[in-house]
């Protein structure tokens, strides 16, 4: 049995790691895994306040996880809730209280809130136990809720949560929200950064960068785990990639806007110059105050390299912008196979996915199997061969991440 003394320093140990964590989605998923480890639940979801709605944002099930091939994620449905007394998330939300339920089928007549079965009859899964919980500020207002689902005891029994498992998820859940609000503010600055690359170039949207940062993990995430990188190395490197790849365009800031918003092709003079949106990129990050400065901006200079040498900007000093190996030209060399970093060669095939799938104003979104078809034809070209290999295993999670973050209309 743990002590209170242990509980405590369990506690602390988790406010912590979590306030290690700077990316707001990173954060999310560790949140619901911890709060459900520390109470051996099963499974789980985690929403966020949004307006007058709660936004699902991950969800967690170890039973149906075990189903999945080795590597493969869990894939859901994204939706919204109402925040009212109707549904028990929604309930929590408003009111601020936990609530503790025994058997989500056996709810006392009376209460106002009631569980809808459409989600256990779709996934298999029967829902019993649930502890539902706000995630409140020191100024009472709710940033989200965890929801938590079936309580496990030593044989993998389900049972319900008991009065020690609320107590230590409230402790949690405080310790969480104050490392969530800190995400939030770092998801807000960054977003502020591509809403100025925005008003620039059209392309740059909040949305396209959280889809291209989303892809970058995942398949990062893959890569990793088939080149045995150690756990917390991975856990490291999706956090800060995550940021670095939202801003892999930043440098379009120092663009001029007859080139950004010109409709037609670019002449070849137009061309090298919007290349050099790679160079001022990874300037903005030069003088490094932290690894994620540097991930910044090798990410910002090298996602339009190309795996077979013809990308750009190449052999550069960043500094300068002149080339350091050049060609009978005089011109910079394109970096090539493993010369690119392996976050850059992964950005890279984020950023061509979401730009193909993707509706702009100059022309219409890709049917899927036109892009996965150009994915495969350019590896060994433009894309390493290899994560074009893990871009197709993990198609189901990149799906996903684009359902999440839809262009706004």
Known sequence: MITEAEKLKKIIKLDSELNTIQDLDILLERILLEARKAVNADAGSIYIRENNKLEFKYSQNDTKQKDLPPGQKLIYSIFSIDINKKTISGYVAETGELLNIPDVYNIPKGSPFSH?????RVSGYKTESMLTIPLKTNTGNTLGVIQIINAKDSRNKVISFDYDDELFVLHFAAGATVALQRAQITRAILLRMIKMAELRDPKETGEHVNRVAGYSVEIYERWAQKKNRPAQEIERTRDILRMAAMLHDVGKVAISDVLLKKPGRFTPEEFNTMKDHTIL?????????????????LVALTHHENWEGSGYPGHVD????????????????????????????????????????????????WKEPAVLKEIRRLSGTKF???????????????KQIHERYPDED
């Open 281 to 297: 990129g990874a300037k903005l990050f030069f003088d490094k105050q932290s690894e994620f400065d540097e991930v910044a901006a």
């Open 116 to 120: 809808d079965p459409y989600y256990d």
């Open 318 to 365: 960043v500094q300068t912008g002149k080339p350091l190996k050049t060609n009978e030209k005089g011109d910079a060399i394109g970096k090539k196979g493993e010369e690119i970093p392996v976050l850059g060669r992964i950005v890279a095939i984020a950023d061509v996915y979401d730009a193909l799938c993707s509706k702009r104003s100059y022309k219409k979104e």
């Open 384 to 398: 390493e061969p290899d994560l074009v290999d893990i871009f197709f295993e993990v198609l189901p999670s990149l």
